[in-house]
């Protein structure tokens, strides 16, 4: 699977962007997926993650209720939708998949990354 991460930009805060992320592959269906985010600095972490039929999704806290993850199988694309954007949100964005659903929190669990999309979010 490759995946291709796009969407990314700059704006301020308050504001709103979404990611898309591209998956070659015909068993797009029977990976999770999930964006993680790496701020300057700081180490990688989860952000959110849906699993392969899109039946359950997770955030992490500081995302839940502003952030919204999806994805459409027939198009093998995955969305994260990010509304009331914050200067913390400000990070370089990962998409990556793998097929299971334990530890989707966990980078390590990821077998496939993509090449990231830079958010940038101004006070």
């Known amino acids: 699977v490759q995946l291709q991460a796009s969407g990314g930009g700059s704006v301020q805060a308050g504001g709103s962007l979404r990611l898309s992320c591209a998956a070659s592959?015909?068993?797009?269906?029977?990976?999770?997926l999930g964006w993680f985010r790496q701020a300057p600095g700081k180490e990688r972490e989860f952000v959110a993650a849906?699993?392969?039929?899109?039946?359950?999704?997770y955030y992490t806290d500081s995302v839940r209720g502003r952030f919204t993850i999806s994805r459409d199988n027939a198009k093998n694309t995955v969305y994260l939708q990010m509304n009331s954007l914050k200067p913390e949100d400000t990070a370089l964005y990962y998409c990556?998949?793998?097929?299971?659903?334990?530890?989707?929190?966990?980078?390590?669990?990821?077998?496939?990354w993509g090449q990231g999309t830079l958010v940038t979010v101004s006070s």
């Open positions: 990556a998949a793998y097929q299971g659903w334990v530890a989707f929190r966990t980078a390590r669990s990821y077998d496939y």
């Open positions: 592959g015909r068993t797009f269906s029977s990976y999770t």
């Open positions: 849906i699993s392969a039929s899109a039946s359950s999704t």
